[in-house]
């Protein structure tokens, strides 16, 4: 496994500079059937990011922009009635792949981000009444601007919950700036190839589940979110969801670095992604400069690795 995880991140390398860690963060979310929120302001390469890792992985792949304008029928579909035939029949919406892309998804009003809230945890949609499953894998890779930006609306708690990480994607540093220069003169990232199979991603996702964790890492976890809990800067602590996606996102670095148990590293390795869009910090604390991240950082400090 460790072999894949190296190869995947040096193909993403050819179009991308210094974007390693929030690469392994896509696909460990793959293989832990969850989902992404990338935020970050426009022309980071957000979008080029999740395109490139479509590229990498035997999968359908399809891009929402979303809008002001957007309604959750664009995203799952509607019934239409054909006058020929004198029948409704279903047209499915973009949702139906196994990796979508929604495009600055906090620019469309919260009835349209939505829509996702149930694909996103069941895997599934309704549509007048009738469920449809989603294929697999399936995973929504969305993006966002700040929500300081002008024409954003703010993600509700309900729907950051649903993303298995947040990842903040801020601008390159002064090599990485020449480097993304260069390969773009160079006509660069061309000549891609796929790393996983469709069948692949499946296996590796069973693989996950039968990585073994320990009573003192179960420990180690339930510390973690119950320091959070009881910090006094913070307004909402992380839910019980939160506990288990820091289980499985352990058991996926475990298998990626090709071991069958857990340590408590490999639960923290990801812990500030995966958390801090699941906290709300005091308004107080915020005005003194306190952010999310370091409220989870400073958490992770204090509790003791068994």
């Not at 495009?103 to 069941?122: G, V, Y």
């Not at 590796?204 to 320091?227: Q, T």
């Not at 390795?269 to 952010?291: D, F, M, N, W």
Request: proline share 6%.
């Amino acid at each position: 496994m460790k072999d894949g995880f190296n190869k995947f991140i040096a193909e993403t390398g050819k179009v991308l500079v210094g974007y390693e860690r929030i690469t392994e963060t896509l696909l460990i979310s793959l293989l832990c059937r969850g989902h992404v929120l990338l935020e970050g302001p426009p022309g980071v390469a957000k979008t080029t990011l999740a395109k490139t890792f479509s590229k990498l992985v035997d999968a359908n792949f399809r891009r929402i922009q979303f809008t002001p304008d957007l309604l959750p029928t664009d995203i799952v579909g509607t019934v239409m009635f054909n006058p020929k035939s004198g029948e409704f029949r279903v047209r499915k919406g973009p949702i139906f792949t196994n990796i979508i892309l929604a495009d600055e998804i906090n620019r469309a009003s919260p009835k349209t981000q939505s829509a996702l809230l149930e694909a996103m945890e069941e895997k599934q949609v309704t549509i007048e009444g009738e469920t449809y499953r989603l294929p697999e894998p399936f995973i929504v890779i969305a993006t966002q601007n700040p929500v300081e930006q002008e024409g954003t609306y703010p993600l509700p708690e309900a729907q950051l919950d649903r993303f298995l990480f947040k990842v903040n994607v801020d601008y390159p540093k002064k090599g990485d700036e020449k480097e993304i220069i260069r390969r773009v003169a160079a006509k660069a990232g061309k000549d891609l190839k796929m790393v996983f199979k469709k069948e692949e991603i499946l296996r590796l996702r069973e693989a996950v589940d039968g990585v073994k964790v320990s009573e003192e890492v179960m420990e180690y976890i339930a510390s973690v979110v119950d320091g959070l809990r009881n910090n006094p800067v913070v307004a909402w602590g992380p839910s019980p969801r939160a506990s288990i996606a820091l289980l499985n996102v352990g058991r996926a670095v475990a298998l990626s670095d090709d071991r069958g148990y857990v340590v408590p590293g490999d639960v923290r390795k990801y812990a500030v992604e995966l958390l801090q869009h699941r906290i709300g910090v005091k308004p107080e604390s915020e005005i003194e400069g306190v952010t999310n991240a370091r409220v989870v950082e400073d958490v992770l400090q204090e509790v003791d690795a068994i």
